[in-house]
């Protein structure tokens, strides 16, 4: 069966910090991949997705990159936080679109 | 882009009470699921619906595509059905967004 990982859980940043967020998938292979962020408030918005290694789109412009260094890995990058950076960082995969997305754990990030 | 409104945005039950949750969307779509958001933020995947109806357990959903709704029913509803409901939809070109409603959030009192 498949799984998907995110870590870390929690993380606390100052402003100006770099952030990290990694998630990986198991199970499957060239899965659709998704990072979705959730301000407080509970809407969901679509920040990055990627279709195969190295491909990206970016659905919204802000100072957050993604990279997709291996097959069932992805990985949400800043080199400078802000607060509003603030959120619940949520990843998904799917087989193919339109699919099932399934989602991760998340990662509650707090930028201070 | 499409919209997606939610309704109601918040719901309190008695357990043992039905519930239905509305998505209305504003164009035409080939994705449509119904998630559930527990306590700890995860979210579990309830239906992939972008049309027809599917039953599970308790839980059943019937996405009417062509008047660009779909409703989430809750049957006899337990305290465990607490939390938040988000319909996502995900339209023709779209290259795999979803876009989320604003959510449902319903509690269940013992």
């Known amino acids: 069966s498949q799984t998907i990982h995110q870590w870390p859980a929690t993380l606390v940043q100052p402003v100006g910090s770099p952030l990290s967020l990694e998630c990986t998938v198991e199970g499957t292979s060239n899965p659709n991949l998704y990072w979705y962020r959730q301000a407080a408030g509970r809407g969901l918005q679509l920040l990055f997705y990627s279709v195969g290694i190295g491909q990206i789109s970016s659905e919204v412009p802000q100072n957050l990159s993604a990279s997709r260094p291996q097959d069932r890995q992805f990985i949400l990058s800043s080199k400078k936080l802000l607060l509003s950076d603030s959120g619940f960082y949520l990843c998904?995969?799917?087989?193919?679109?339109?699919?099932?997305?399934?989602f991760g754990p998340g990662t509650r990030l707090t930028v201070l | 882009g499409i919209q997606v409104e939610q309704s109601p945005p918040d719901l309190i039950l008695q357990e043992g009470a039905n519930s239905t949750l509305r998505c209305n969307f504003s164009d035409s779509v080939n994705n449509l699921q119904w998630f559930h958001q527990n306590p700890w933020g995860q979210l579990i995947n309830l239906f992939y619906i972008p049309s027809g109806t599917k039953q599970n357990g308790r839980l059943s959903a019937t996405t009417v595509a062509t008047e660009r709704y779909s409703l989430l029913y809750i049957s006899s509803s337990q305290t465990t059905d607490s939390g938040v409901y988000f319909c996502?939809?995900?339209?023709?070109?779209?290259?795999?967004?979803?876009?989320f409603g604003q959510g449902t959030e319903l509690s269940v009192k013992p």
């Open positions: 996502a939809v995900g339209g023709w070109n779209q290259g795999g967004k979803l876009i």
């Open positions: 998904a995969w799917s087989r193919s679109y339109p699919d099932t997305q399934y």
